[in-house]
């Protein structure tokens, strides 16, 4: 199972819209799921007297940006050569 293929789908059943529109979706997701699982270790961190370390959510915030930015390119680029290309180039590419 890998991450576009929803968006693909959501693509194919909805042709007259344009193929970003799942992006926002996505990243809004993983964005507040992240924070959410964050918070809940800074209040279980809290509770038990831990120093909480802010600084580190910085890099992860960052590289996150950077998959976003990525994605979007990826989701573009299947739309216009198609799932099985598309995703080849995605997932080997960056190895390449």
Known sequence: WCSELPATLYNQRHPEASATVVIFPQCLGIYICSSLIYLLYAAVAL???WSIPHSAIR????SGCIWAVGFSFMIVG???LGFSIGYTLDAVGPIV
Not at 59 to 62: D, E, L, S
């Open 78 to 80: 299947i739309s216009v």
């Open 59 to 62: 890099p992860p915030y960052f």
């Open 47 to 49: 509770a038990s007297g």
